[in-house]
């Protein structure tokens, strides 16, 4: 990863060993690596039918979200670090998602959710 630059590094395992794990926590303080096992994406959760539209928030938005609301980040319901979504879309503690869903009834509901 160091040659081309690059800072972030996904990679898709059957199984890892322990001392190969150990190694990975060693190099996170210095890139950005997610692991996913290859069963993890059989399906993908994105688009998948049940699955409402995420969009992560960026920094100003985020900031304009909490102002206009007159909110902090702990008021907002949360979504876990290691769930696929969050996961998919390399989220991090902190990072805020918008998720729009659709209803016969409502029409379009839009939610927001605090990565924890």
């Not at 290859?38 to 102002?67: R, T």
């Not at 980040?73 to 503690?93: F, H, W």
Request: glycine letters at 4%.
């Amino acid at each position: 990863m160091k040659l081309k630059n690059a800072r972030v590094g996904i990679f898709i395992i059957k199984k890892i060993s322990s001392s190969a794990l150990k190694i990975i926590k060693l190099f996170k303080d210095y890139f950005i690596i997610e692991l996913f096992y290859e069963y993890e994406l059989i399906l993908n959760a994105i688009k998948h039918y049940l699955v409402p539209e995420h969009e992560l928030l960026f920094f100003f938005e985020k900031k304009k979200l909490l102002d206009c609301y007159k909110i902090k980040e702990s008021q907002l319901p949360k979504i876990l670090i290691n769930d696929p979504v969050s996961r998919y879309y390399g989220a991090k503690k902190g990072d805020i998602f918008k998720i729009t869903r659709y209803s016969e009834t409502v029409g379009i509901y839009i939610t927001y959710r605090v990565c924890k």
